[in-house]
C-alpha cells in the first residue's frame, strides 16, 4: 500500500512539475488565443447571418469548417488542435490538482476540460475524417431526445434548461461585477490597458450570459411541450434573436458582443494566471 502511495504522490508531483513549467505556461496561453479565434468566428458567422450571408452554422462546426477553406487551413486546424489540447490538459491539472483551489472552482475547471476536449474531438474529426460531425443544434436534440426517454426525462431536460440559465445568469453577474479580473494579472497592466480589458470583458461575458440564458430558455420549452426539436444549440439560439420584434439587429448586437468576447480572450492569453 505504501509503495502504491508514494507511486501516486510521485506521479502528482511529476504532474505539477510539468503543468508549472515554463513551456506548458505557453501552451496554454496559446489555447487561450486560439480559444479568442474561435469566438471571433463564431461572432463573424453570426453577424454574417444577421445581414443576410449567414451559409454556415455560427458555432465551433462552423467555425472550424471556416478555418479549413483558408489557405493553410489545415495546417491552422492542426495548431488549433495543439491549443485546445493544452488548454483541455491545464483545466484538467486545476480541476484534479489545483492546490488551494475549493470546489467550486474545481467543477468549473472539470466542466471547461469536457468543453475544451469536444472542440478538441470536433477539430481532429474533420482532420482525420473530413467531417465535424453533428451541429450544435443536431447534439442539444440529440441529446434531448435520449434524455427524455430515460425515466423522469422531461424533469431531467428542464433541469437542464435551468442549469444552462443559472450558468448564462452567472456570466452576466461575472460581467457587470467584473469578478473575471481576479484571474487577471492586472498588475501589470497600465491603467489604460486595464480599462480597456475591463470592458471588453464585461460586454463579452454579458454577451455570453445572454446566449446562455435563450438557450436554457429553449431545454425548458423542449420539456414543457415534449418536443426535443424545441431545443436548441449555439447557431439556433443565435438565429432566434433574429425572430424577435427588433429583428436582426438584436442578433448583430448579440454577435458584436461575441467577437467582443474574443477580444477579451486574447487579452487573457497576454495576462491570464495560469
Known amino acids: 500500500m505504501n509503495s502504491v502511495a508514494s507511486a501516486g504522490n510521485q506521479a502528482r508531483g511529476t504532474a505539477r512539475q510539468v503543468t508549472n513549467s515554463r513551456t506548458f505556461d505557453r501552451l496554454a496561453r496559446f489555447g487561450l488565443a486560439c480559444r479568442g479565434a474561435l469566438y471571433a468566428l463564431i461572432g463573424i458567422l453570426a453577424l454574417q447571418i444577421a445581414f443576410g450571408g449567414g451559409g454556415k452554422e455560427a458555432d465551433k462546426t462552423g467555425a472550424v469548417r471556416t478555418v479549413a477553406e483558408q489557405p493553410f487551413g489545415t495546417a491552422l486546424l492542426w495548431l488549433m488542435a495543439v491549443g485546445f489540447v493544452a488548454l483541455a490538459l491545464w483545466q484538467l491539472s486545476e480541476a484534479v490538482l489545483g492546490t488551494g483551489l475549493d470546489a467550486k472552482h474545481r467543477a468549473e475547471a472539470a466542466g471547461r476540460t469536457v468543453v475544451y476536449a469536444l472542440v478538441v474531438g470536433t ?10 460531425g453533428s451541429s450544435t443544434d443536431e447534439q442539444s436534440k440529440d441529446l434531448t431526445a435520449t434524455v427524455m426517454e430515460w425515466p423522469g426525462g ?7 434548461g435551468l442549469g444552462i440559465m443559472a450558468l448564462g445568469a452567472y456570466w452576466i453577474y461575472q460581467g457587470v461585477k467584473k469578478t473575471f479580473l481576479k484571474n487577471l494579472r492586472t498588475g501589470e497592466m497600465s491603467p489604460r490597458a486595464r480599462n480597456v480589458v475591463e470592458k471588453l470583458g464585461m460586454v463579452g461575458y454579458c454577451a455570453r450570459g445572454v446566449i446562455a440564458l435563450a438557450a436554457g430558455v429553449f431545454f425548458i420549452r423542449a420539456a414543457i411541450v415534449y418536443d426535443p426539436d424545441e431545443a436548441k444549440g449555439i447557431d439556433a439560439t443565435l438565429r432566434s434573436f433574429a425572430d424577435t420584434p427588433l429583428g436582426p439587429w438584436l ?9 467582443v468576447f474574443a477580444a477579451y480572450c486574447f487579452c487573457e492569453a497576454r495576462w491570464r494566471h495560469t
Do not use: D, E, Y
Not at 422531461?154 to 437542464?160: E, N, P, R, S
Not at 442578433?251 to 467577437?259: E, F, K, P, Y
Open 154 to 160: 422531461q424533469l431531467i431536460v428542464g433541469a437542464i
Open 123 to 132: 477539430v481532429l474529426s474533420f482532420l482525420l475524417r473530413g467531417t465535424t
Open 251 to 259: 442578433l448583430a448586437v448579440v454577435a458584436i458582443g461575441v467577437v
